[in-house]
């Protein structure tokens, strides 16, 4: 997963802390998401970035807000965190590196969040 | 709206068995289709691909035929090995959004 980093890789939460997830990438890549993963139900886009700037809901967005200052960072922030959000969040780009031969998203190693 | 839906796992199955996992799709139009592979710990992969009618993907042994007429994309693999225990999402993709299947867990034993 080389280009893309996420921080925290675990992080435990109390209902209502707040927090914020963060990815980077060296990749010069204008498109970046998050998702998360729950057992059965598998990836679940939150929000993403099209361009440095702008930002859009995805599929789950409710209790979410995300941020894309500049081209690398793109956060996810956790204003009041609910059991519900205990869930692995990764962090994809696309298109993909330079050279690559296909068109998939690149996902960088994931945060696994629980809130108690 | 688009969507993809994948067989349940978990699949448990003996080193060098065949191995098969169902992908369907709807969508209208032409999506690209793919596999990716998760191990345990990590983040997704992709596995393999194919953009068109009757494209094949293929990698690592791992095969999936694009097939309109049946909307399906399922992945195939001869035999199995005790490294290929993770689990296997099947998506499709236009653009920049990508959908993914609820993920199918195989588990391989020695």
């Known amino acids: 997963n080389a280009g893309v980093t996420q921080t925290p890789k675990f992080q435990v939460l109390k209902t209502g802390q707040s927090m914020t997830l963060q990815c980077a990438q060296d990749m010069n890549h204008n498109s970046m998401y998050w998702y998360r993963q729950d057992p059965g139900m598998g990836l679940r886009l939150i929000y993403y970035s099209a361009s440095e700037g702008t930002t859009d809901k995805g599929e789950v967005p409710n209790g979410y807000n995300v941020s894309r200052l500049n081209k690398r960072e793109f956060s996810l922030r956790l204003e009041s965190a609910a059991p519900s959000q205990t869930s692995v969040y990764f962090c994809?780009?696309?298109?993909?590196?330079?050279?690559?031969?296909?068109?998939?998203?690149?996902f960088g190693p994931g945060t696994r969040l629980t809130v108690l | 709206g688009d969507s993809v839906t994948q067989m349940e796992g978990p699949v448990t199955l003996s080193e060098e068995a065949f191995l098969t996992i169902n992908c369907t799709y709807t969508a209208t139009g032409y999506p690209s289709l793919f596999w990716y592979v998760q191990y345990p710990g990590e983040g997704l992969q992709l596995l393999l691909k194919?953009?068109?009618?009757?494209d094949k993907g293929s990698n690592k042994g791992f095969e999936a035929t694009y097939r309109k007429e049946t909307t399906s994309f399922h992945l195939e693999k001869g035999s199995v090995q005790v490294s290929d225990s993770a689990v296997y999402f099947c998506?499709?993709?236009?653009?920049?959004?990508?959908?993914f299947g609820a993920g199918t867990r195989l588990f391989v034993k020695a």
């Open positions: 998506a499709l993709s236009r653009g920049f959004k990508t959908i």
């Open positions: 194919a953009t068109k009618a009757d």
């Open positions: 994809a780009l696309w298109p993909p590196p330079l050279g690559a031969s296909y068109n998939e998203q690149f």
